[in-house]
């Protein structure tokens, strides 16, 4: 389980302070000492008469001493800074900028909303072959706010060192004398290639959305020596720094819960009452997301006023009640409790339910965000054609796309899905179908327009349109649809590229076990795994699924089993290698392979099998994570 030691500080009182740009101090000036008068050195001479005593000539205000830092934003770069997603999925996607401060240029980082904000230092990029060397980094930290006056704030910084992260510091502006302050964070361990530095502010007692700046980083080794840095560098997220929904439900329509951001120790529940409108987003087919850290990995709901009784909802076996698990994603900071686990527990009437929801952890725990949504079934494209041309743009309400050719028209078939890889500002995007001989029509829209249709499934970055949802709208036959595609969202969007391919489903599942060892690479065509013990090969059952967290070149990845009494056998591999098998779900940093396929192409008896299971993909890969996962 990932190191995530989150501590909330607690502020007790909000001491306001005067503050100019983001160096500014609390302190009042002192007064200017009024000009000596010149003196003459000479002999002795008698006393003069008593006079009152005159202040003492302050000595020469010394110029501040330029910071020997290894980034002083000076040159105006910042390149290698963004946004990370791994601590906190739910974070601010803030902006940033060089401005001038009192000591020189720094960075402001500005947020968008009243979110925490998580801030990503390319360290690896910045250090290049010295980054082994890092021991620890200064930050000099500090406020601003719009008004020119800050509030309480606080915050961290982390290492991401391999894909986990750990806290080094906690830093924060509360009754202090001076803004900003510099906070040292050593460094837990020697980082090496895509690890990075994380500096958060996570608590704001303002109300006017704070954001904070970043001046005078200091990267040092470990006798204390500056660290020199290129800060032509350039950020790009590491694998798996974007929000990983494995295991997850696929959200849609989503509305989030307002003001559950609260923390908590191991097995101590806080949470909020819900209000009447809140308590009807509850509906079967849905399900309660919570986006989150604890520092065991695990995340559930508590029901206290359930007529059922006080109740744990997603706790699985963990209290010992073996009821089933909330799905949790292979992060563990998001995790999802379905309408149907807590009718399971709580009774098939949300309002015996009662008012309360609270979240429960048996490590100290920490919620960003809890929304609740349209649950469906994950979705990818594998083996899919780009339809080209399809890069445009709209405003809110506006359609934008092209009319297919033949050859593209033809490509929809029964089975197959739509991928479109876009950005919107509210998260959504829907196709309109205008020449439809069944009308102009929208097609994954869902309640966004009040028509009450059924959602395409997208998670802000791609978004699948089935075959078999066109025809629902657009009628059985394809000649009917009309070949022009457009694209429509309630804000502004842009779509980057759509291609049709076969549809394949990811299965969710709420209990899973690491394959110990399985961090493997292979070139294209290279395969490379483990051998399963007696009490891995016993995981595989009806029902379960091989998770494979990766990357590959080509984006796909399947498996084999090599010591299969029916033979040599790829599973997953589709039209890869010309055999026009089933494909592996898929879609470039996630995929499954379930136990049905398996037994397609190796029997119906597991102990048929082979103990061995390896990855395999058309070109160079990398495997960080194979489990083996079922719904429990």
Known sequence: MKAKKIGALLLSAAMVCTLTACGGSSEQPAAEPAPAEETVTSEPTEEPAAEEPAEEEPAAEEPAAAVDASIDFEDGLYGFVGLDSVINPAADASTFEVVDGENGKELKITRSSDKSAFIAIAADQLLGDKIGSLASADFTIGLHAPSGNFSAASGAIYYVIGGEFTKASDWSVYLESSNPKTYTADAPAALGEGDYIVVSLESDTSSEQQGFCIDNILFKDAGGAKLDVDTSAVYVAAAGNTVDRSNLWTLTGATELEGFAVTGDA??????????????????????????TSETGNMWLVMPGAEAGWMRVGVGDTDGSGQQYAYVNNSGN?????????AAVCGDDPATWGAMMQCESDGAWEVYSVKIGNASAPVAVSGGTELEGFAVTGDAWSQNGIELTDDQFALLQPGTALEISYTSETGEIWIVMPGAEAGWMRVGVGDYDGSGQGYAVFD?????????????????????????????ASSAWEVYSVKVGKAVGFTPNNSRTVIDGFAVTGDGWGQNGVELTEEQKALLVPGSVINISY????????????????????????????????????DGSFAQVTYEQIAEYCGDDPAT????????????????????GTTK
């Open 609 to 628: 099998w082979g103990a061995m299971i390896q990855c395999e993909a058309s070109s160079a890969w990398e495997v960080y994570e194979l489990s083996i």
């Open 267 to 292: 097995w101590s529940q806080n949470g909020i009452e819900l209000t009447e409108d809140q308590i009807a987003l509850l509906k079967p087919g849905t399900a309660v997301e919570i986006s989150y």
């Open 551 to 586: 990357t590959s070149e080509t984006g796909e990845i399947w498996i084999v089993m090599p010591g299969a009494e029916a033979g040599w056998m790829r599973v997953g591999v589709g039209d890869f290698d010309g055999s026009g098998q089933g494909y592996a779900a898929y």
């Open 460 to 488: 802000g970055s791609k978004c699948y349109i089935t075959y078999e949802m066109i025809a629902e709208y657009c009628g059985d036959d394809p000649a009917t649809w009309g070949k022009m595609i457009q694209c429509e």
């Open 334 to 342: 998001t995790a999802q409790v379905t309408y149907e686990q807590l």
